[in-house]
C-alpha cells in the first residue's frame, strides 16, 4: 500500500499583503498529478489546511475543487486533520457529505476516541489500513485547570493529556487489528511540537499552548504505530532520527524565512506493516529571495536576477554604513523594468545604528512615526524639555502632508 503524508498547506495565506492563489492553485494540481501518476492509495493531510479559521471563498473553491478531483482518482483514501489554524467547526461541517467520497475528516477530539480510529478497506472490502487520525488537541480537550496551579503543573497535565489522548487511540487500533485477524499497519497522525524539533525565522508557527513550552518527545507515542504522520513543524524533518515518524513541513514557504529550503511530501510504503519512506520534492511555483548587504551587494544582486528574467518576490535588508534616506525609491528605481516585485524592505543601518535598537529583533516597522522622531531626539541629545514643543511641530507637518495627499485625491 503507498501512501501521501503532506501537512500545512495554509491556503489562504498571504504575503506581506500578496495574494498567493495562483500559487496554492499550481500546488494543488501537482499534488493531485502526483497522486495519479504514483499510484497513491491514500492521502494524509496532517493539519492546518487552512491559514485561517475563516478562510476565504478562493480558499475554499481550491480544497473542495481538489478533493473531488483526488475522488476521482484510483487513490481510495483521504484522511484529513485539523491543525491550530483551522476552525474544526469549519472542517468538520461538509464531513458526511464528505465521507460519501471516502475523505474522512476529524475536525475536533470527542469524548468517544473511537470516532478518530479509522479502518480503511479497498474496492472488495478488505481491510487494508488502520489510522488514528488525532487533531490539534487544545489545552481544554486534555487538560482540567485548577485554581493554584503553577506553569510547571499546566505543562506537566498537557503532556500527560496528550500522552493519554495517544495511549487511548492506540489501544482501540490494536483490538481493531486484533479483531480483524489482519496484519495490516497502523497509521498515527497529529499536529504538535515535539522537542528539539527544527523551526526558522519567519515560518508562521506559533506556540501550540499558550503559556507553556508542552514540546512533547518522541517517547510519548505508542510503539504500535506503524508510521507517524506529524503536522505544524514547515521544516520537514525526522523526529529523533526515527525514520517513520516524521514531519513532513509545509509545501510551500511560508515566509523568506524558508526560502531556501528544498520543500517535500512524504510517500510512505508499506509490504505488510514494514514502512521505507520516500520524500518526493515539490516544484517552487512563486521564487522569493532575501537579499541582504550593502547598497553594491543589493544592486548587484538585483542585477543578476534582472539578467535571468527572474519573477521573484523579494524582501531586501539593507545593512550598509552609509545612510539611504530615499531607499524605498532606489530599490523601485533598481527593479524598474524586471518583473520582480519587492515585498518587504528593512533598513538595519537606520533601526540598528542610528535610532537605537530597544532589543535586537526589532525593525523599523515596529516603530511608530512619532516613535521614531522621540529615538531620532534621544541620538541628537535633545534636551527632553524640548521634546514636547518638537513633537508638536512635527506632528502639524505630518498632518499638512497628509491633508495635501487628501487634497490630491
Keep these: 500500500m503507498r501512501i501521501l503524508h503532506t501537512s500545512d498547506w495554509h491556503i489562504g495565506r498571504t504575503l506581506y499583503g500578496r495574494k498567493r492563489h495562483e500559487e496554492f492553485k499550481a500546488f494543488l494540481a501537482w499534488m493531485a498529478e502526483t497522486i495519479q501518476q504514483n499510484k497513491i492509495d491514500a492521502l494524509l493531510v496532517a493539519g492546518d489546511i487552512f491559514d485561517t479559521s475563516t478562510p476565504n471563498h478562493h480558499a475554499q473553491a481550491l480544497y473542495y475543487r481538489f478533493l473531488c478531483r483526488v475522488a476521482a482518482s484510483p487513490c481510495r483514501h483521504v484522511v484529513i486533520v485539523a491543525g491550530n489554524h483551522d476552525s474544526p467547526s469549519f472542517l468538520n461541517a461538509p464531513r458526511e457529505l464528505l465521507r460519501a467520497l471516502d475523505v474522512h475528516v476529524i475536525g475536533s477530539t470527542t469524548l468517544d476516541p473511537e470516532s478518530?480510529?479509522?479502518?480503511?478497506?479497498?474496492?472488495?472490502?478488505?481491510?487494508?489500513?488502520?489510522?488514528?487520525?488525532?487533531?490539534?488537541?487544545r489545552d481544554r480537550d486534555i487538560r482540567t485547570a485548577e485554581a493554584g496551579e503553577s506553569i510547571e503543573d499546566k505543562e506537566q497535565k498537557l503532556i500527560d493529556g496528550i500522552r493519554t489522548h495517544y495511549n487511548a487511540v492506540a489501544t482501540l487500533a490494536e483490538q481493531k487489528r486484533e479483531e480483524l485477524g489482519a496484519d495490516i499497519p497502523i497509521v498515527g497522525m497529529g499536529h504538535l511540537f515535539t522537542a528539539g524539533g527544527k523551526t526558522v525565522d519567519g515560518d508562521g508557527v506559533r506556540e501550540l499552548y499558550v503559556g507553556s513550552l508542552a514540546h512533547v518527545t518522541a517517547g510519548i507515542f505508542p510503539a504500535c504505530f506503524n508510521y507517524l504522520a506529524l503536522g505544524h513543524l514547515h521544516v520537514p524533518q525526522k523526529v529523533n532520527g526515527c525514520e517513520t515518524i516524521r514531519y513532513s513541513g509545509s509545501?510551500?514557504?511560508?515566509?523568506?524565512?524558508?526560502?531556501?529550503?528544498?520543500?517535500?511530501?512524504?510517500?510512505?510504503?508499506?509490504?505488510?506493516?514494514?514502512?521505507?519512506?520516500?520524500?518526493?520534492?515539490?516544484?517552487?511555483?512563486?521564487?522569493?529571495?532575501?537579499?541582504?548587504?550593502?547598497?553594491?551587494?543589493?544592486?548587484?544582486?538585483?542585477?543578476?536576477?534582472?539578467?535571468?528574467?527572474?519573477?521573484?518576490?523579494?524582501?531586501?535588508?539593507?545593512?550598509?554604513?552609509?545612510?539611504?534616506?530615499?531607499?524605498?525609491?532606489?530599490?523601485?528605481?533598481?527593479i524598474s523594468g524586471t518583473q520582480m516585485e519587492i515585498l518587504r524592505?528593512?533598513?538595519?543601518?537606520?533601526?540598528?545604528?542610528?535610532?537605537?535598537?530597544?532589543?535586537?529583533?526589532?525593525?523599523?516597522?515596529?516603530?511608530?512615526?512619532?516613535?521614531?522622531?522621540?529615538?531620532?531626539?534621544?541620538?541628537?541629545?535633545?534636551?527632553?524639555?524640548?521634546w514636547p514643543e518638537l513633537l508638536r511641530a512635527y506632528q502639524e507637518v505630518l498632518s499638512s502632508f497628509y491633508e495635501d495627499d487628501v487634497q490630491a485625491e
Excluded at 509545501?251 to 505488510?272: D, N, R, Y
Excluded at 520534492?281 to 547598497?295: A, H, R, S, T
Excluded at 545604528?353 to 529615538?375: G, I, M, P, Y
Aim: aromatic share 6%.
Design 251 to 334: 509545501p510551500l514557504p511560508m515566509g523568506f524565512g524558508e526560502a531556501k529550503q528544498q520543500k517535500s511530501v512524504c510517500q510512505i510504503e508499506f509490504h505488510s506493516t514494514t514502512a521505507s519512506v520516500q520524500l518526493i520534492d515539490v516544484p517552487v511555483f512563486q521564487k522569493l529571495e532575501c537579499i541582504k548587504g550593502d547598497w553594491d551587494d543589493i544592486s548587484n544582486r538585483i542585477l543578476e536576477l534582472s539578467a535571468t528574467d527572474s519573477q521573484g518576490w523579494l524582501e531586501v535588508i539593507y545593512e550598509g554604513d552609509e545612510i539611504i534616506g530615499d531607499l524605498r525609491e532606489c530599490l523601485e528605481a533598481a
Design 116 to 137: 478518530e480510529v479509522l479502518v480503511l478497506r479497498n474496492g472488495q472490502d478488505v481491510p487494508e489500513l488502520i489510522v488514528c487520525a488525532v487533531p490539534y488537541l
Design 345 to 386: 524592505i528593512k533598513n538595519n543601518r537606520i533601526i540598528g545604528r542610528v535610532l537605537k535598537q530597544a532589543h535586537e529583533e526589532e525593525t523599523l516597522d515596529d516603530l511608530s512615526v512619532n516613535e521614531v522622531f522621540e529615538r531620532c531626539l534621544a541620538v541628537y541629545s535633545v534636551p527632553e524639555e524640548q
